[in-house]
T-cell receptor
Framework: GAVVSQHPSWVICKSGTSVKIECRSL??????MFWYRQFPKQSLMLMAT?????????EQGVEKDKFLINHASLTLSTLTVTSAHPEDSSFYIC????????????FGSGTRLTVV | QKEVEQNSGPLSVPEGAIASLNCTYS??????FFWYRQYSGKSPELIMS????GDKEDGRFTAQLNKASQYVSLLIRDSQPSDSATYLC?????????FGSGTKLNVKP
């Protein structure tokens, strides 16, 4: 089945530094990927839609200059959290539609970000 | 973003019992509904989808949809300890999913 690989699975960084998270579709091409964030005991919140070869579309209230998204190829989208602060600590998950099924997502394994 | 409401729980049921999970949504025009299971520290995995009013059964799981009441539920029969997880209700709008905060289910052996 379609697999979405996400790396790293966890990262700890110092406040003020930047962190890059990668999301790869391993056996299919994904022109669109989705980035979610989940705080403890809260819902997955859609942050942005990543579009191959064009600018990402951000949800209302998400700072595009802080959460940089690049979708440079049909199998790779990256999310960079710039100037991270402790309040950015969260579980970040990417997703994509597998080619044979446009009805539901395949999720990446998630990245636990802790900013100290 | 669209509103999807769930009781956070925890919902505790004994092994072998039926677990009933509920979800309401705000957008009347929503057409596609999904239940995901999420274990702690892991990403969600799809359990079921439902698009039409009524019941849809898949093994031990039954999804129920009532669009007039803007209500969707998930029944888990013969609950097992391995079913202990957080269950997320999701509504699809075009190609985006909007999730509830989830209901934590504990199945006691």
């Amino acid at each position: 089945g379609a697999v979405v690989s996400q790396h790293p699975s966890w990262v700890i960084c110092k406040s003020g530094t930047s962190v890059k998270i990668e999301c790869r579709s391993l056996d299919f091409q994904a022109t669109t990927m989705f980035w979610y964030r989940q705080f403890p005991k809260q819902s997955l919140m859609l942050m942005a839609t990543s579009n191959e070869g064009s600018k990402a579309t951000y949800e209302q209230g998400v700072e595009k200059d802080k959460f940089l998204i690049n979708h440079a190829s049909l199998t790779l989208s990256t999310l960079t959290v710039t100037s991270a602060h402790p309040e950015d600590s969260s579980f970040y998950i990417c997703s994509a539609f597998p080619p044979a099924d446009r009805l539901s997502y395949t999720f990446g394994s998630g990245t636990r970000l802790t900013v100290v | 973003q669209k509103e999807v409401e769930q009781n956070s729980g925890p919902l505790s049921v004994p092994e072998g019992a039926i677990a009933s999970l509920n979800c309401t949504y705000s957008d009347r025009v929503s057409q596609s509904f999904f239940w995901y299971r999420q274990y702690s520290g892991k990403s969600p995995e799809l359990i079921m989808s439902i698009y039409s009013n009524g019941d849809k059964e898949d093994g031990r799981f039954t999804a129920q949809l009532n669009k007039a009441s803007q209500y969707v539920s998930l029944l888990i029969r013969d609950s097992q300890p391995s079913d202990s997880a957080t269950y997320l209700c999701a509504v699809k709008d075009f190609n985006k999913f909007y999730f509830g905060s989830g209901t934590k289910l504990n199945v006691k052996p």
